[in-house]
């Protein structure tokens, strides 16, 4: 549940909306008291701003010491997918993979919907991601 939920990040928000996950995928998105009556056993975040799908990381990666870190300052920025072009290692690759990332040949659009992949990032209002959540798992959370 987030204050908004964007299907993209161009599209209207959805006022107090949120995204049901199951495992890896989304299984409904709707408002809260909707999605709420219809599962009303299921496990609830609540996450202030807006939460939308999780970002292409369209440009080279941040500097760290390790792949993996490379990988976890990408996720930090509410990404689960970077392009090719910028995978520099096999190390980088395997970092990627081990962690569920997408590597794109290309950049696309990032949306969400039911039974697509739950890639999904929470922002709030100064655009700091709050929360990033890759293959269905919260893998990010600022403090």
């Excluded at 107090?16 to 299921?42: K, S």
């Excluded at 990988?71 to 520099?88: C, N, P, R």
């Excluded at 949306?111 to 919260?138: H, K, P």
Aim: include cysteine; aromatic fraction near 4%.
């Amino acid at each position: 549940m987030a204050d908004q939920v964007r299907y993209s990040w161009a599209s209207e928000p959805l006022q107090d909306g949120a995204v049901l996950v199951g495992r890896d995928r989304i299984e409904a998105v709707g408002t809260f008291d909707e999605l709420r009556a219809r599962f009303p056993r299921a496990r609830v975040r609540r996450w202030p701003g807006a939460l939308g799908p999780a970002r292409v990381h369209e440009g080279p990666l941040p500097k760290a010491p390790t792949p993996r870190e490379r990988i976890h300052e990408v996720l930090k920025l509410g990404a689960v997918a970077i392009l090719e072009e910028y995978v520099d290692s096999p190390e980088l690759r395997a970092a990627a993979e081990r962690n569920d990332v997408v590597v794109l040949p290309g950049a696309r659009p990032a949306m969400i919907g039911e039974s697509g992949r739950a890639d999904l990032a929470v922002f709030d209002a100064t655009g700091a991601c709050l929360a990033t959540v890759c293959a269905g798992r919260l893998v990010h959370r600022r403090r």
